[in-house]
């Protein structure tokens, strides 16, 4: 066999750092044993792996269709060393979108404690559009994310529905004016999402084509923080009820009553097709489709 395990391993560091630099830094060598191991990888395969962009080394054709398939047989190599080992402790990398990341993957955290303790995980936030991009950079095992995935690499699963509502401060003036018109929305102060969340997409595909375009709006880049402002009568929104149930709760919001159709939206774990499926990631698996399960009943 002319490639070995290592040669792939400094492959997948160089090509997640784009750099020989920065990858035998990760991988505690000389740059000039990571430039030779991937001279030797490339002349074993007889192409060439990256374009130089700069200082920059930057995946071709040929790298792109190698990086999921080496990762794949890292992973599965890396499985195979473990299952013979009583020291070693499981690792997932997670991605979620803000809202799952804040108000959702703390349950399933927990959940995934009781099933599988020894299991760490690392959460990496971002908005969906980050998380479905390191997903299909095999940069984490598996994203949680709130908008669908338009990444062809992907693998995509439904697994739980959220309910999008549109909340006031308690004493807000439309919070007392009954059923709100479509005008009435409209020329509301609205705070929203940016663009790239998976929110500001979804709430885009269900209100724009009932109330266009709306001619008071500022985009907020947290959720959090547009909950905090309309409770305190900035604006109105529209958010998840993930994130806004407390403060509902509380009497601070009020969901609008209005008379647009009622909207879920359904949330949806994504992967690289080329994913190894490591017995920790099924695990996972099984722990958010119980979740999803416990809530629709």
Not at 132 to 143: K, Y
Not at 264 to 274: C, F, G, P, W
Request: proline share 3%; glycine share 8%; with cysteine.
């Amino acid at each position: 066999m002319k490639l070995t395990l290592r040669q792939l391993d400094i492959f997948r560091a160089v090509a997640q750092l784009s750099s020989t630099t920065q990858a035998s830094t990760a991988l505690a060598m000389s740059q000039s044993a990571t430039s030779a191991a991937l001279q030797e990888l490339e002349g074993a395969m007889g192409i060439r792996l990256f374009d130089r962009v700069g200082r920059r080394l930057v995946l071709n054709d040929n790298g792109q269709t190698l990086l999921p398939k080496a990762i794949r047989l890292l992973e599965g190599a890396l499985e195979i060393e473990n299952g013979f080992r009583t020291d070693v402790v499981a690792r997932l990398r997670v991605g979620c979108s803000t809202t799952i990341g804040n108000y959702i993957m703390p349950l399933l955290m927990q959940h995934m404690a009781e099933r599988a303790p020894g299991t760490q995980i690392d959460v990496i936030l971002g908005n969906s559009a980050d998380i479905t991009r390191q997903a299909a950079q095999l940069s984490i095992d598996v994203g949680l994310v709130e908008g669908p995935s338009h990444q062809p690499t992907l693998a995509v699963q439904p697994w739980c529905e959220d309910e999008l509502v549109i909340v006031a401060a308690a004493d807000d003036p439309l919070a007392h004016k009954g059923q709100l018109s479509v005008s009435e929305l409209r020329e509301a102060r609205w705070l929203v999402r940016e663009e790239g969340s998976g929110t500001a997409e979804e709430v885009h595909h269900w209100l724009f084509p009932h109330l266009g375009s709306l001619s008071n709006v500022r985009q907020i880049g947290s959720s959090e923080a547009i909950k905090r402002m309309v409770a305190v009568g900035i604006g109105i929104s529209c958010l998840s009820y993930w994130v806004v149930g407390d403060l509902i709760a509380e009497g601070s919001l009020i969901s609008l009553p209005h008379v647009i159709p009622e909207h879920k939206r359904q949330l949806h774990a994504v992967y690289h097709r080329d994913k190894f499926i490591s017995s920790s990631l099924e695990t996972f698996f099984s722990v958010i489709k119980d979740f999803a399960s416990a809530k629709t009943r």
